[in-house]
Protein backbone atom coordinates (compact mmCIF):
# COMPACT_ATOMS: atom_id res chain seq x y z
CA UNK A 1 0.00 0.00 0.00
CA UNK A 2 1.69 3.16 -1.18
CA UNK A 3 1.20 6.93 -0.87
CA UNK A 4 2.49 10.14 -0.39
CA UNK A 5 2.99 13.07 2.35
CA UNK A 6 2.63 16.51 1.13
CA UNK A 7 2.40 18.52 4.45
CA UNK A 8 2.51 17.92 8.11
CA UNK A 9 1.29 19.76 11.55
CA UNK A 10 2.87 19.30 14.65
CA UNK A 11 2.12 21.20 18.60
CA UNK A 12 2.76 19.44 21.76
CA UNK A 13 5.53 19.75 24.66
CA UNK A 14 8.40 21.69 22.76
CA UNK A 15 7.32 21.15 19.51
CA UNK A 16 5.46 24.37 18.48
CA UNK A 17 4.81 24.03 14.78
CA UNK A 18 5.89 21.62 11.99
CA UNK A 19 8.64 24.40 10.74
CA UNK A 20 9.81 24.43 14.04
CA UNK A 21 9.37 21.04 14.87
CA UNK A 22 11.64 19.64 12.09
CA UNK A 23 15.00 20.70 13.87
CA UNK A 24 14.27 19.64 17.40
CA UNK A 25 12.98 16.25 15.51
CA UNK A 26 15.63 16.01 13.81
CA UNK A 27 18.41 16.70 16.67
CA UNK A 28 19.10 20.30 15.04
CA UNK A 29 17.66 21.95 18.34
CA UNK A 30 17.26 20.73 21.96
CA UNK A 31 13.96 19.58 23.05
CA UNK A 32 12.54 21.62 25.84
CA UNK A 33 9.10 20.26 26.74
CA UNK A 34 6.91 23.44 27.80
CA UNK A 35 3.49 23.85 27.97
CA UNK A 36 1.41 23.85 25.37
CA UNK A 37 -1.31 26.95 24.63
CA UNK A 38 -4.52 26.09 22.95
CA UNK A 39 -6.76 28.44 21.54
CA UNK A 40 -10.28 27.67 19.21
CA UNK A 41 -8.91 28.33 15.76
CA UNK A 42 -10.28 31.35 13.80
CA UNK A 43 -12.10 30.06 11.34
CA UNK A 44 -14.85 29.00 13.70
CA UNK A 45 -17.58 31.41 14.10
CA UNK A 46 -17.55 33.09 17.53
CA UNK A 47 -20.43 31.12 18.88
CA UNK A 48 -18.69 27.45 18.05
CA UNK A 49 -15.22 29.36 19.47
CA UNK A 50 -16.66 29.85 22.51
CA UNK A 51 -18.41 26.31 22.64
CA UNK A 52 -14.99 23.90 21.58
CA UNK A 53 -13.07 21.96 23.93
CA UNK A 54 -9.71 21.59 24.20
CA UNK A 55 -8.90 18.43 21.83
CA UNK A 56 -10.68 20.12 19.55
CA UNK A 57 -8.82 23.20 19.71
CA UNK A 58 -5.71 20.84 19.35
CA UNK A 59 -7.14 19.64 16.32
CA UNK A 60 -8.10 21.93 14.61
CA UNK A 61 -4.73 23.48 14.93
CA UNK A 62 -2.59 20.61 13.82
CA UNK A 63 -5.04 19.83 10.44
CA UNK A 64 -5.63 23.56 9.88
CA UNK A 65 -1.64 23.90 10.30
CA UNK A 66 -0.94 21.08 7.60
CA UNK A 67 -4.00 21.92 5.04
CA UNK A 68 -2.86 25.57 4.81
CA UNK A 69 1.13 24.21 4.42
CA UNK A 70 -0.20 22.28 1.54
CA UNK A 71 -1.76 25.56 -0.21
CA UNK A 72 -5.24 23.18 -0.81
CA UNK A 73 -8.36 24.11 0.25
CA UNK A 74 -9.86 22.19 3.15
CA UNK A 75 -13.31 22.05 2.40
CA UNK A 76 -12.74 19.45 -0.65
CA UNK A 77 -10.15 17.09 1.55
CA UNK A 78 -11.68 13.72 3.24
CA UNK A 79 -10.57 13.56 6.96
CA UNK A 80 -9.56 10.70 9.37
CA UNK A 81 -9.71 11.74 12.84
CA UNK A 82 -8.18 9.91 15.49
CA UNK A 83 -7.75 9.58 19.31
CA UNK A 84 -7.23 6.82 22.09
CA UNK A 85 -9.29 8.39 24.39
CA UNK A 86 -11.28 11.97 23.18
CA UNK A 87 -11.79 14.73 25.69
CA UNK A 88 -11.36 13.54 28.88
CA UNK A 89 -12.07 16.49 31.15
CA UNK A 90 -14.98 16.97 29.01
CA UNK A 91 -16.32 13.28 30.57
CA UNK A 92 -14.89 13.98 33.75
CA UNK A 93 -17.17 17.39 33.97
CA UNK A 94 -20.37 14.63 32.91
CA UNK A 95 -19.30 12.33 35.21
CA UNK A 96 -19.21 14.74 38.05
CA UNK A 97 -22.39 16.09 36.83
CA UNK A 98 -24.12 13.09 36.86
CA UNK A 99 -23.04 12.31 40.58
CA UNK A 100 -24.91 15.70 41.65
CA UNK A 101 -28.40 14.91 42.93
CA UNK A 102 -29.80 17.00 40.16
CA UNK A 103 -28.37 14.94 37.23
CA UNK A 104 -28.55 17.58 34.64
CA UNK A 105 -25.93 17.41 32.01
CA UNK A 106 -24.95 20.38 29.91
CA UNK A 107 -26.00 19.71 26.28
CA UNK A 108 -22.42 21.84 25.23
CA UNK A 109 -20.92 18.82 27.19
CA UNK A 110 -22.67 16.15 25.98
CA UNK A 111 -22.10 17.23 22.21
CA UNK A 112 -18.06 17.53 23.20
CA UNK A 113 -18.27 14.34 24.56
CA UNK A 114 -18.60 12.17 21.45
CA UNK A 115 -15.74 11.03 19.38
CA UNK A 116 -16.11 12.64 16.22
CA UNK A 117 -16.96 16.08 18.02
CA UNK A 118 -13.60 17.43 16.17
CA UNK A 119 -14.97 15.87 12.89
CA UNK A 120 -18.24 17.65 13.27
CA UNK A 121 -15.83 21.32 14.00
CA UNK A 122 -13.91 20.41 11.64
CA UNK A 123 -16.88 20.46 8.93
CA UNK A 124 -18.12 24.26 10.37
CA UNK A 125 -14.26 25.49 10.42
CA UNK A 126 -13.66 24.32 7.13
CA UNK A 127 -16.81 24.86 6.01
CA UNK A 128 -16.67 21.20 3.94
CA UNK A 129 -18.94 18.53 2.77
CA UNK A 130 -16.31 15.99 2.41
CA UNK A 131 -16.10 12.41 3.93
CA UNK A 132 -15.04 12.57 7.58
CA UNK A 133 -14.32 9.38 9.94
CA UNK A 134 -13.55 8.87 13.28
CA UNK A 135 -11.50 6.22 14.83
CA UNK A 136 -10.64 4.74 18.19
CA UNK A 137 -8.30 1.75 18.57
CA UNK A 138 -6.60 2.57 21.97
CA UNK A 139 -2.84 2.83 22.16
CA UNK A 140 -2.68 2.17 18.36
CA UNK A 141 -5.33 4.82 17.19
CA UNK A 142 -2.42 6.43 15.01
CA UNK A 143 -1.54 2.84 13.00
CA UNK A 144 -5.09 2.44 12.37
CA UNK A 145 -5.72 5.99 10.97
CA UNK A 146 -2.87 5.16 8.74
CA UNK A 147 -4.18 1.94 7.72
CA UNK A 148 -7.84 3.20 7.47
CA UNK A 149 -5.77 6.15 5.17
CA UNK A 150 -4.52 3.67 2.33
CA UNK A 151 -7.57 1.71 2.45
CA UNK A 152 -9.72 5.39 1.31
CA UNK A 153 -7.09 6.43 -1.18
CA UNK A 154 -6.48 3.11 -2.63
CA UNK A 155 -10.27 3.12 -2.94
CA UNK A 156 -10.11 6.66 -5.21
CA UNK A 157 -9.97 9.38 -3.11
CA UNK A 158 -7.37 11.90 -3.87
CA UNK A 159 -6.39 13.80 -0.96
CA UNK A 160 -6.79 13.34 2.96
CA UNK A 161 -6.43 14.80 6.00
CA UNK A 162 -5.25 12.46 8.90
CA UNK A 163 -5.42 13.85 12.61
CA UNK A 164 -4.85 12.27 15.30
CA UNK A 165 -4.84 14.09 18.92
CA UNK A 166 -4.42 13.14 22.67
CA UNK A 167 -4.25 14.82 25.93
CA UNK A 168 -4.42 13.90 29.38
CA UNK A 169 -7.25 13.23 32.34
CA UNK A 170 -7.82 14.63 35.12
CA UNK A 171 -8.16 13.25 37.81
CA UNK A 172 -9.41 10.20 39.23
CA UNK A 173 -9.76 9.68 35.69
CA UNK A 174 -5.85 9.80 34.99
CA UNK A 175 -5.03 6.94 37.71
CA UNK A 176 -7.02 4.40 35.34
CA UNK A 177 -5.81 6.29 31.90
CA UNK A 178 -2.30 8.34 32.00
CA UNK A 179 -1.48 10.34 28.89
CA UNK A 180 1.93 12.20 28.88
CA UNK A 181 1.33 15.39 27.59
CA UNK A 182 -0.55 17.27 24.98
CA UNK A 183 0.01 16.26 21.66
CA UNK A 184 -1.34 16.53 17.99
CA UNK A 185 -0.17 15.81 14.81
CA UNK A 186 -1.30 16.21 10.81
CA UNK A 187 -0.60 14.61 7.55
CA UNK A 188 -1.87 15.72 4.30
CA UNK A 189 -1.81 12.39 2.34
CA UNK A 190 -2.40 12.10 -1.33
CA UNK A 191 -3.04 8.82 -3.71
CA UNK A 192 -0.76 10.50 -6.32
CA UNK A 193 2.59 12.23 -6.73
CA UNK A 194 2.48 15.66 -6.08
CA UNK A 195 4.72 18.89 -7.30
CA UNK A 196 5.00 19.62 -3.56
CA UNK A 197 5.34 15.85 -2.03
CA UNK A 198 7.36 15.22 0.97
CA UNK A 199 8.12 11.68 0.84
CA UNK A 200 6.27 8.83 -0.12
CA UNK A 201 5.04 5.67 2.01
CA UNK A 202 4.90 1.78 1.49
CA UNK A 203 3.08 0.43 4.39
CA UNK A 204 2.72 -3.42 5.45
CA UNK A 205 0.97 -4.76 7.80
CA UNK A 206 3.28 -7.82 9.84
CA UNK A 207 2.76 -10.77 12.64
CA UNK A 208 5.87 -9.66 15.12
CA UNK A 209 4.62 -7.66 17.56
CA UNK A 210 7.32 -5.22 19.56
CA UNK A 211 9.21 -3.89 17.04
CA UNK A 212 8.21 -0.13 17.43
CA UNK A 213 10.72 2.16 16.63
CA UNK A 214 11.98 4.55 19.51
CA UNK A 215 13.33 7.89 19.50
CA UNK A 216 16.56 8.65 20.89
CA UNK A 217 15.81 11.85 22.91
CA UNK A 218 14.61 10.69 26.29
CA UNK A 219 11.77 13.40 26.43
CA UNK A 220 10.75 12.69 23.26
CA UNK A 221 10.77 8.94 23.83
CA UNK A 222 8.63 9.66 27.04
CA UNK A 223 6.02 11.16 24.71
CA UNK A 224 6.25 8.74 22.53
CA UNK A 225 5.64 5.99 25.16
CA UNK A 226 3.16 7.89 26.77
CA UNK A 227 0.63 9.89 24.54
CA UNK A 228 -1.00 7.44 21.93
CA UNK A 229 -0.44 10.04 19.52
CA UNK A 230 2.85 9.89 20.26
CA UNK A 231 3.23 7.25 18.19
CA UNK A 232 3.45 8.79 15.13
CA UNK A 233 6.80 10.80 16.40
CA UNK A 234 9.21 8.34 14.42
CA UNK A 235 7.15 8.92 11.40
CA UNK A 236 7.67 12.44 11.81
CA UNK A 237 11.10 12.33 12.40
CA UNK A 238 11.40 10.49 9.07
CA UNK A 239 9.80 12.91 7.33
CA UNK A 240 11.65 15.86 8.93
CA UNK A 241 14.75 15.11 6.68
CA UNK A 242 13.33 12.32 3.86
CA UNK A 243 15.48 9.80 3.22
CA UNK A 244 15.25 5.72 2.96
CA UNK A 245 14.19 4.42 5.96
CA UNK A 246 11.89 2.24 7.53
CA UNK A 247 9.63 3.03 10.85
CA UNK A 248 7.82 0.41 12.82
CA UNK A 249 4.80 1.09 14.84
CA UNK A 250 3.18 -1.60 17.13
CA UNK A 251 -0.27 -2.37 15.54
CA UNK A 252 -3.13 -4.21 17.99
CA UNK A 253 -0.61 -5.89 20.41
CA UNK A 254 -0.32 -8.62 18.06
CA UNK A 255 1.49 -7.13 15.20
CA UNK A 256 3.21 -4.14 13.76
CA UNK A 257 2.83 -1.91 10.23
CA UNK A 258 5.73 -1.30 8.39
CA UNK A 259 6.13 2.31 6.80
CA UNK A 260 9.17 2.04 4.10
CA UNK A 261 9.86 6.08 3.97
CA UNK A 262 11.66 7.68 1.03
CA UNK A 263 12.08 10.79 -0.65
CA UNK A 264 9.38 11.94 -3.50
Known amino acids: MRMYVESAGLLGP???????????????????????TLTAHGALPPIERRRVCESV???LSVGMEAVTASGRAPDGIATIFVS???????????CEALARPEREVSPTRFHNSVHNAPAGYWSIAAR?????TSLCAHEWSFAAGLLEASGQ??????????????LPYPPPLSSAAPITGVLGAAL?????RSAACVAQLELKLEATPGRAT?????SLEALRAGNATGRALPLLQALAAPSATEV?????????????????
Open 128 to 132: SHAPS
Open 57 to 59: KLA
Open 188 to 192: LLLRE
Open 84 to 94: AGGDGAVIHEI
Open 214 to 218: RLQAP
Open 14 to 36: GLVGWAQSRAVLTGGAPHVPDAV
Open 248 to 264: VLDYLGTGSLALQVAPC
Open 153 to 166: LTDGTEALLLVSYD
